[in-house]
């Protein structure tokens, strides 16, 4: 009996200290490399669009989309002033973002970056068809304010609302 709660309590006091270091890595989020994260945290921005071969600018489109990539591996998707938080990690040479099913969120769609520096291109499908946006690193650092009015991935913030 004594010796069950000897292991309970090195248990516990070693979980606290795991706790509270951090131990080099996020209990609560999913910590991304140190060279992951120097690539992609920051705010990037919406440039241009491509569909059927056609590319313009989201100028032009009039709207406004961004992502703001955080180290802990969620990203802030902003289109139009409506936000939403997403997954993210690297896998191989790309981004990929995970996006909650439009129909269940225990499903998640996974969107595919392509990253080149400052500039980063997103494959998308909407009604079928591919498109690809371009977005540009405008900041490399992050608000910290994940704030989501998180409707559901697809209804507010779809991409697709301006096609």
Request: proline share 2%; charged share 30%.
């Amino acid at each position: 009996m004594k010796r069950s709660k000897t292991i309970v309590a090195v248990t516990m006091i070693m979980m606290l200290s795991l706790l509270i270091t951090g131990c080099g890595c996020s209990l609560f989020g999913k910590k991304v490399s140190k060279e992951d994260a120097a690539i992609m945290v920051g705010m990037w921005d919406l440039s241009n669009v491509t569909i059927d071969g056609k590319q313009t600018t989201a100028k032009e489109l009039g709207i406004s989309m961004s992502f703001e990539f955080y180290d802990d591996g969620t990203t802030k998707y902003t289109y139009n002033g409506k936000s939403e938080v997403y997954d993210w990690k690297k896998k191989a040479d790309a981004i990929i973002i995970y996006v909650p099913d439009k129909t269940d969120s225990s499903k998640k769609e996974e969107h595919t970056a392509i990253v080149n520096g400052d500039s980063m291109k997103l494959d998308w499908e909407i009604d079928g068809k591919p498109v690809e946006m371009g977005f540009d690193k405008t900041s490399s650092t992050v608000s910290n304010d994940k704030k989501s009015d998180k409707p559901t991935a697809g209804k507010n913030t779809d991409p697709s609302k301006y096609h």
